[in-house]
C-alpha cells in the first residue's frame, strides 16, 4: 500500500522534524518600527491581568518583509508596553500575516495574536517610505516618511514579548483548560539601522481599533534589518474570569457574518440619506 500521509510517523520522522526546526539559519527581515507615547489610561484599561503598565505609556508598531527563501512574509504588530513580575516587555494586540504558514505556529504554540492581513513597505528611490497593515479593506496603520541617515545598530540583545494562551470552550462560554501567560524572549541583533522623519496614521477599524491608542508623541520611526530567534515559557496560570474580558482581542466580532460589504468611499449605503 502507497504511503497514507496522514497516517502516524514514526519515532525518527518526529525526530528528524523536531531536529530540523531546531536548526533554522538567520532569517533576515527589512522592517519599519515606530514608537509613540499614548494615554496612560489607554494602556492600562487593554492590558489583562496580571499584566501591568510600564513606566512609560508607549505603543510600538512593526511592519516587516520576511526574506523567507521562495515563500516571503509580510509581517506586523502593533503592541503596548507592559511589565509583568519585574519584567519590561511588550504585549501584541494585534499581528497581521500575510500568509497561514505563519500563523499557526504562533497562535498554537506561544498564543501569539495573529491574524490573516496586508503588510506592506515601499521604498522610493528618493527615499520616500510607506509602510502599511490593513485588514478587511481598511489600512489601520500607516507610517509615512523620509529615511534620513544611517544609525549606528544597537548590540544583539533581547526582547520580551508576553501573550496569553487559552482554548475558547466547546460549549462557547469560558475555557476549555486553563490560560497561561506566556513570557516570549527574543534574541535579536540588528545589521543595519536609518533613521526615518515622517508620521504614524492609525485609521478607525472595527476588526482592529488601534485608533484607540492615539499618537500623542512620536518618540522615534526607524528602518531596519534584523534577525532574531524566540523560545517561550509559561510564567503563570491566569484566572480565566479575570481575562475573559478580553478575548474579544484575538477575534474579529463574530457578528461580522451579518455585516453588509464595506462601501467604496462616497457610495451610501441603503437606506442613507
Known amino acids: 500500500m502507497a504511503r497514507v500521509r496522514y497516517g502516524p510517523r514514526d519515532e525518527t520522522e518526529i525526530r528528524r522534524a523536531r531536529e530540523a526546526g531546531a536548526q533554522l539559519p538567520d532569517i533576515w527581515s527589512t522592517g519599519v518600527v515606530a514608537v509613540w507615547e499614548t494615554d496612560p ?23 516587516s518583509q520576511v526574506d523567507l527563501p521562495g515563500y516571503p512574509l509580510g509581517a506586523g504588530s502593533v503592541a503596548v508596553a507592559a511589565r509583568h513580575s519585574g519584567a519590561d516587555g511588550w504585549y501584541p494586540l494585534v499581528m497581521p500575516m500575510t500568509h497561514e504558514r505563519a500563523l499557526i505556529g504562533g497562535r498554537e504554540v506561544f498564543g501569539e495574536p495573529k491574524k490573516l492581513g496586508e503588510v506592506t513597505i515601499e521604498r522610493s528611490p528618493d527615499g520616500s517610505l510607506r509602510a502599511r497593515l490593513a485588514r478587511h479593506g481598511i489600512t489601520f496603520v500607516e507610517v509615512t516618511g523620509t529615511v534620513g541617515p544611517a544609525l549606528p545598530p544597537p548590540e544583539p540583545g533581547e526582547k520580551l514579548d508576553f501573550y496569553f494562551k487559552f482554548l475558547p470552550g ?18 535579536e541583533k540588528v545589521r543595519k539601522l536609518e533613521s526615518v522623519t515622517g508620521e504614524v496614521v492609525l ?66 449605503s441603503e437606506g442613507s440619506s
Open 41 to 63: 489610561d489607554v494602556v492600562a484599561a487593554v492590558l489583562p491581568p496580571p499584566l501591568e503598565p510600564a513606566e512609560r505609556p508607549l505603543v510600538r508598531a512593526n511592519i
Open 170 to 187: 466547546v460549549d462557547g462560554t469560558g475555557f476549555d483548560i486553563d490560560p497561561v501567560l506566556v513570557h516570549c524572549l527574543r534574541h
Open 203 to 268: 485609521r478607525e477599524s472595527p476588526y482592529d481599533p488601534v485608533a484607540d491608542l492615539p499618537v500623542r508623541r512620536l518618540v522615534e520611526i526607524t528602518l531596519g534589518e534584523k534577525t532574531s530567534d524566540q523560545r517561550g515559557r509559561v510564567a503563570e496560570h491566569v484566572s480565566a474570569q479575570a481575562l475573559l474580558p478580553y478575548v474579544h482581542q484575538r477575534y474579529d466580532d463574530a457578528a461580522q457574518v451579518l455585516d453588509a460589504p464595506p462601501q467604496p468611499a462616497g457610495v451610501a
